[in-house]
T-cell receptor, first 115, second 112 residues
Framework: NAGVMQNPRHLVRRRGQEARLRCSPM?????VYWYRQLPEEGLKFMVY????????ESGMPKERFSAEFPKEGPSILRIQQVVRGDSAAYFC?????????????FGPGTRLTVL | GENVEQHPSTLSVQEGDSAVIKCTYS??????FPWYKQELGKRPQLIID?????GEKKDQRIAVTLNKTAKHFSLHITETQPEDSAVYFC???????????FGTGTRLLVSP
């Protein structure tokens, strides 16, 4: 059973460009969470999605950031018009959605660098 | 909202010693408390978790204790080894499929 997959692993963008980050949850997992980790800091929640629905976006900036988890395909975190402060590691985690509850398993992350 | 505090921020021990990392949480509705280990440049890995219906859980050299009254939970690592060196994060979440609120991390260094 493959773990949580994220791509790309590293992404370099210039200020003003768009960044698109992808996350494929573990097989059988229907819940996806996105977290951001600034250098030398902890993980901060951004958004929680189930298939085709955003459940909680309380940690996601209202402007420039959006997320989706379509019926088919990976979850996408999209950052428009990136700024230097967006440079961070973006991790997604997935959860089974049943059984034991809220165990979350993390992907390898996408390290975004904004020049 | 929930707030999780974690101490110490750095911890240096000799190989074979025990290490203890402590966290406190603010929201009494939280009932799930996982611990993650993150090596440099790698993903956070779930190492142990505890739910509010138990006070202690053990897995080989790792144990977690929970005091619901005081809203404290702690990670205990016995017989530390150099490969235990990493950053450890505690987290808390409420019932159901809720976000994790993380502590600020503890950098553990185990010297041979």
């Amino acid at each position: 059973n493959a773990g949580v997959m994220q791509n790309p692993r590293h992404l370099v963008r210039r200020r003003g460009q768009e960044a698109r980050l992808r996350c494929s949850p573990m097989k059988g997992h229907s819940h996806v969470y996105w977290y951001r980790q600034l250098p030398e800091e902890g993980l901060k929640f951004m958004v929680y999605l189930q298939k085709e629905n955003i459940i909680d976006e309380s940690g996601m900036p209202k402007e420039r950031f959006s997320a989706e988890f379509p019926k088919e395909g990976p979850s996408i975190l999209r950052i428009q018009q990136v700024v230097r402060g967006d440079s961070a590691a973006y991790f997604c985690a997935s959860s089974p959605g049943q059984g034991a509850g809220n165990e979350q398993f993390f992907g390898p992350g996408t390290r975004l660098t904004v020049l | 909202g929930e707030n999780v505090e974690q101490h110490p921020s750095t911890l240096s021990v000799q190989e074979g010693d025990s290490a203890v990392i402590k966290c406190t949480y603010s929201d009494s509705a939280s009932n799930y408390f996982p611990w993650y280990k993150q090596e440099l440049g790698k993903r956070p890995q779930l190492i142990i978790d505890i739910r509010s219906n138990v006070g202690e859980k053990k897995d080989q050299r790792i144990a977690v204790t929970l005091n619901k009254t005081a809203k404290h939970f702690s990670l205990h690592i016995t017989e530390t080894q150099p490969e235990d060196s990493a950053v450890y994060f505690c987290a808390a979440s409420k019932a159901g499929f809720q976000k994790l609120v993380f502590g600020t991390g503890t950098r553990l260094l185990v010297s041979p």
